[in-house]
């Protein structure tokens, strides 16, 4: 049970041409369309993402055949500003309603219809033991499509 | 450099469902091999694969091998989890920065 690492929280900041608006529509909205769909905790392949559009709201992914494998939900809704989005999928990569990091997006007007996003993934310590397994799990379903993903959504 | 070898190792879609399996729990290869569409010395085979990749260890019990997922704390798991947002987020600008198609937005 004890807690002998705390990894850092990670953070990125990317800047996007685009406005706050968009941004967030894009993230959250369109969540499908840039999302790695390679990979899935539930048996079958990734069909759909999805974000419900308002706190409490469910973050899930839909397979093909229908069912539905639930990542996590939406904390903190405020557009086009601010996300915070619920992450518990636990070492064993599955969805744990006990498990909570947080995700959190914050988006800048920079002018010129570019913005800042600062991004942070925290309170990893959360995932508890066997975290590696998950990430390692992840990593081979995920990381392959990425590339593959990334050339076709900047075609 | 790990993280390298383990993304090779899970790159066999075979061996990365053999993974999975261990991440219900340790198993021998017997168990592991049920239902997979290959032959249990394949089986066996995948397992070296990962188990040199660092990915799961092995021990005897009783006559037999089982396997279990390496467990090896947090700190590779942060550092996974960073490389996998770099590329989502990566992919999110792309998608952000495309000129919208079904909608109309003020020059």
Redesign the interface.
Known sequence: MSQ?????A?R?T?T???TPE??FK??TA?ID????KSHTIGKAPLAEVVIEPRIGGRWYGRDVEGGEDEWGDVLAWEPPGRLVLAWRINA??VCDPAVRTEVELRFTDLGDGTCR?D?E?RD??N?G????????????????I??L??AV??A | MA?AR??A???DPTR?EV??R???GPRAVGELAQGLPVSRPAVSQHLKVLKEAG?VIDRPEGARRVYQ??????????A???????????????????P?EDEE?PA
């Open positions: 002998t690492i705390t990894p850092a990670i990125k990317l996007i041409r685009a968009k941004a894009v993230f369109g369309r840039w999302w790695p064993k990569w996003v991004f993934h990893l310590a995932l033991e066997g975290a590696e397994a998950a990430v390692v799990s992840m990593d081979g379903g995920w990381g392959t990425l590339g993903f990334q959504a900047e | 993280n383990a993304f190792a899970l790159a990365r993974f999975e261990l991440a219900d990915l997922i390496d467990p090896k704390g947090l700190g590779q798991m942060r996974w989890l960073d490389r996998f947002w770099d590329a989502a987020l990566e992919a999110f600008k792309a998608e952000a920065e495309k919208d937005t």
